[in-house]
């Protein structure tokens, strides 16, 4: 048995390309908007996709703060989405890798994470910004069901709607009352990033302060993502006059507020 073992772990390990595996790489976390324009960009393309500019202050070198990065974008398709991007460092986090698979099940090791970053739009592109939020917003609205007759009207092959618990034959004599199933015990489904985050400022356009059992109701998602969307957008009241509710960051706020204004 151990000698199998062996050669099973020898087997797998041969198959792992690790001639990059010290090469230092940046991990960053970029909007929807950018992503998807990078995705489209044609990979015959040599033109680089954007550049990272990094600004060092003389004055205070050693400084935590002293060195600050942004990335200019080379070309956008649409209008609207910002040229410029703060890049927010992480000091600590946990050590990570990158690694690629071919269609072929080659795995290759592409190197080891050494700066992680939060892309934001540069505070001079908050309102193109702002304006593109409010296009997705709209585009999310736009209904896209439609309602279909159906000339069954008996329903004998629909299925049970949420919310029954079998089917009942109208002709029984013992008609059973149905059990509505809670909310709580309905599992959610997550909706896009992006489209939630257009969601939660239209929310927050209504009134400024949201507690977060609020916002499940609101939204029918998982508590768990709306968590994560809301460390990122919001600030968390820990006492106050709205301790226990969540509020937009000053600089999402201007979003907001240019919405409300027009």
């Known amino acids: 048995m151990d000698e199998e073992h062996g ?16 090469r230092s790489v940046w991990l960053m976390k970029c909007p929807v908007a950018v992503a998807k324009s990078w995705k489209s960009h ?11 500019v990094l600004s060092l202050d003389p004055l205070h070198p050693d400084g935590s703060s002293s060195l600050q990065f942004t990335m200019e974008m080379a070309n956008t398709e649409a209008g609207s989405v910002p040229k410029s991007y703060s890049l927010n460092m992480f000091k ?20 080891k994470v050494e700066h992680k ?12 910004y702002g304006k593109l939020c409010r296009e997705r917003t709209s585009k999310s609205m736009i209904k896209s069901r439609q309602i279909q007759v159906i000339d069954n009207d008996r329903g004998i092959h629909m299925r049970p709607m949420p919310g029954m618990v079998g089917l009942i034959s109208s002709t029984s004599k013992d008609k059973k009352k149905t ?14 990033r992006g489209e939630l985050e257009d ?10 302060n949201w507690a977060l059992k609020q916002l499940v109701q609101e939204t029918d998602q998982p508590a768990q993502f709306l968590k994560e969307i809301l460390n990122e957008l919001c600030v968390y009241n820990k006492r106050g006059t709205n301790q226990g509710t969540y509020e937009l960051k000053p600089e999402y706020k201007k979003v907001v507020e240019d919405t409300t204004a027009e």
């Open 92 to 111: 600590d986090f946990v050590p990570m890798s990158v690694f690629s698979e071919t269609n072929q099940g080659k795995v290759a090791m592409e190197g």
């Open 199 to 208: 969601i939660m400022f239209k929310l927050f356009e209504r009134q400024p």
């Open 117 to 128: 970053f939060d892309m934001k739009p540069h505070g001079e592109n908050i309102e193109e």
């Open 7 to 22: 050669n099973s772990i020898g087997s797998s390990s041969s198959n792992l390309e690790t001639a990059k595996a010290e």
């Open 42 to 52: 044609p990979q015959s393309d040599p033109h680089p996709l954007a550049k990272v």
């Open 179 to 192: 059990v509505p199933v809670k909310q709580s015990d309905v599992k959610r489904t997550r909706r896009d």
